[in-house]
């Protein structure tokens, strides 16, 4: 799986839009890049996937960059319960199309919204 | 309807006595992930399962440490004669299935298990 790189921390006032970005240079054409975020104290919780084309649901949106080495998470408007750490990850699909495995999950950004 | 769920929630034991952790993943789930994530660090990988076999053990860290998935539900976690440095919180996660060509796997995670050896 491609290595990731984000910023460690980040900040956003509540009420804006949080932009969380992530490099993945060296992603493969049958790789996806998939979001989760862990609350304190909590388990991971899925956020959104993409392979290439934007994506939205009714957490967030994925911004991947036509060159796809790049991609940004958006949460439209930041709560407080939007604070805590974001993790991009890129996933494999193995050869003959089936993914299975490990995530292997970075050092994230923590994301704190503050009043 | 119901996540994955996990139990106990928390087990403090002793150095050198055996623990099990129970995993219920989301119903008709067929993959089934372990991960240990320590105090302040991220999540490492332990172990998979696809049905009831485990086609990837990479991650245990060592023998004491074994996983079994029963009637592709129920997973237990077995850590036997606990050291200090186990720690931590255990974390399952299911997925609908192995990904066919042009789909995707996506694992849900239950709320972790805080394992604490004295």
């Known amino acids: 799986d491609a290595k990731t790189t984000q910023p460690p921390s980040m900040d956003c006032a509540e009420g804006r839009a949080a932009n969380l970005p992530c490099n993945h240079s060296?992603?493969?054409?049958?790789?996806?890049v998939y979001w989760y975020r862990q609350i304190h104290s909590q388990g991971p919780q899925y956020i959104i996937h993409g392979l290439k084309n934007n994506e939205t649901n009714e957490m967030a949106s994925l911004i991947i960059t036509e060159d796809r080495k790049s991609s940004t998470l958006i949460l439209p408007h930041a709560t407080l319960r939007d604070t805590a750490v974001y993790y991009c990850?890129?996933?494999?699909?193995?050869?003959?199309?089936?993914?299975?495995?490990?995530?292997?999950f970075g050092q994230g950004t923590i994301l704190t919204v503050h009043p | 309807g119901a996540g994955v769920s996990q139990s106990p929630s928390n087990k403090v034991t002793e150095k050198g006595k055996d623990v099990e952790l129970r995993c219920d993943p989301i119903?008709?789930?067929?993959?089934l992930y372990w991960y240990r994530q320590r105090l302040g660090q991220g999540l490492e990988f332990l172990i998979y399962f696809q049905g009831n076999s485990a086609p990837d053990k990479s991650g245990l860290p060592s023998d004491r440490f074994s996983a079994e998935r029963t009637g592709e539900s129920v997973s237990t976690l077995t850590i036997q004669r606990t050291q200090q440095e186990d720690s931590a919180v255990y974390l399952c996660a299911s997925s609908l299935y192995l990904s066919t060509s042009g789909g995707t796997d996506t694992q849900y995670f239950g709320p972790g298990t805080r394992l604490t050896v004295l």
């Open positions: 060296t992603i493969s054409g049958n790789e996806y």
């Open positions: 990850i890129v996933r494999v699909h193995r050869a003959g199309g089936t993914s299975y495995g490990k995530l292997t």
């Open positions: 119903s008709g789930h067929t993959a």
